[in-house]
């Protein structure tokens, strides 16, 4: 593909560690060239000036947003902000002819008074939002070939939501006896400083938090609900964990036929994972650990059923800030492009 051929794409969030990771994953994409950087406080800056080590790879300069100006450079924009802005800034890019992925929670949500209530931000986007599709590619890859903006999932909602899909879609489970329990690294949290993520207060540490009450509880029950077609509740437990990357989310639900074992369901996740290049179902007995998918865009998922309990037991682990984040918008914008899923996407790990 010759350099004009190229998609030409804008990053707004450069600065941050979803703007690093699209950085790193789009300088080595064939088909993609980065021709606008976004930031607020880091507006003017060379990118080495903000990661010495990637200087190398990028030259742009770091911009204060005009959208009109974006717009006019970019084909596809990358959003990789705080919650509550791309909603502003999304009409206008649309309205231009942009193709819009947006990693934050603005367009994940099919009914915005319930992210009004869970984001507390009030917005009038509306019509554009309700053109938005939830871009979970083993679940929604045809809407997602079809569309123009892309909510991209929350890294806890993709782990567990790959966890529980089957069990869902295929009625194998109550659905009101499912528990999730996710630990996650302490870049999940971003780039932009909160003490619960300085190394003093993280590190030789587990704990909790946003017990009964996180914001990702209705953007997995929203997904649950819509593959059971009806309304589904879950109980979802994160916790920090002293590391960088990854998150592992272990998801417990009771099944309606105690009949089934280990071996069933394995065969049942493998054919509905058929069709996925990034999800790797594991055989009877291997559990997934964060450090085979860190620096991948992969999601492995290992199964247990206790017929003591009459439990499944899924686990499921992922590099949040890749399958989690940026390349999961990568693997959007590959399906919404028409080019191979899994183009200029990483499969193999950083360890060992
Ligand atoms: N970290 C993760 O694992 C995941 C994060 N997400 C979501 O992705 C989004 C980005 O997260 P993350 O990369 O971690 O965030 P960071 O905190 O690392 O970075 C935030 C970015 O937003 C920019 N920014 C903030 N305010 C403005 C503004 N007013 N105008 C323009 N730019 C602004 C900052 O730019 P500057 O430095 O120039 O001020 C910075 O580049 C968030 O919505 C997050 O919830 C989703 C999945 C996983
Ligand atoms: C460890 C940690 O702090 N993780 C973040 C999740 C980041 C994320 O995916 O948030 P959005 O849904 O806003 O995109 C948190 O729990 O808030």
């Not at 369901?265 to 860190?294: D, E, H, M, N």
Request: charged content about 20%; some cysteine; aromatic content about 8%.
């Amino acid at each position: 593909m010759t350099e004009s051929q190229k998609v030409t794409v804008g990053i707004v969030g450069a600065s941050g560690y979803g703007g690093v990771q699209l950085i790193k994953l789009l300088s080595e994409h064939p088909a993609i060239e980065i021709v606008y950087l976004g930031g607020d406080s880091s507006a003017g800056k060379e990118y080495a000036d903000l990661y010495p080590h990637l200087g190398h790879l990028i030259k742009n300069k770091i911009e204060a947003i005009d959208l009109d100006e974006i717009a006019s450079r970019c084909q596809v924009v990358f959003l990789g902000l705080p919650n509550g802005l791309a909603c502003k800034f999304t009409p206008r890019l649309i309205e231009k002819g942009c193709k819009v992925l947006d990693l934050s929670a603005d367009y994940r949500f099919t009914n915005l008074d319930t992210y009004s209530a869970w984001y507390k931000t009030e917005r009038d986007d509306g019509a554009i939002a309700s053109n938005a599709v939830y871009g979970l590619p083993e679940l929604y890859r045809d809407q997602i070939k079809n569309s123009a903006l892309i909510g991209c999932p929350g890294c806890y909602p993709t782990a567990s939501l790959l966890a529980l899909s089957p069990l869902i879609k295929q009625g194998l489970i109550l659905p009101e006896t499912i528990i999730i329990d996710a630990k996650s690294g302490t870049s999940g949290g971003g780039r932009q400083g909160k003490i619960n993520l300085l190394l003093a207060e993280a590190d030789n540490s587990l704990g909790a938090y946003g017990v009964a009450k996180h914001r990702h509880t209705p953007e997995i029950e929203q997904i649950c609900s819509d593959l059971a077609r009806s309304d589904v509740k879950v109980q979802f437990t994160p916790h920090l964990i002293p590391m960088v990357r990854g998150i592992l989310s272990t998801v417990y639900a009771t099944l309606r036929d105690p009949g089934l074992v280990t071996e069933d369901l394995i065969t049942i996740y493998s054919a509905f994972y058929r069709s996925s290049p990034f999800v790797k179902v594991l055989p009877s007995g291997i559990y997934p650990q964060t450090k085979w998918a860190c620096g991948t865009n992969l999601g492995y998922i290992g199964i247990e059923v206790d017929s003591r309990t009459g439990r499944v037991i899924v686990m499921s682990a992922i590099d949040n800030l890749i399958k989690g984040q940026a390349g999961q918008a990568v693997q959007c914008l590959n399906l919404m492009m028409g080019w191979a899923e899994d183009l200029g996407l990483p499969k193999l790990a950083f360890y060992p």
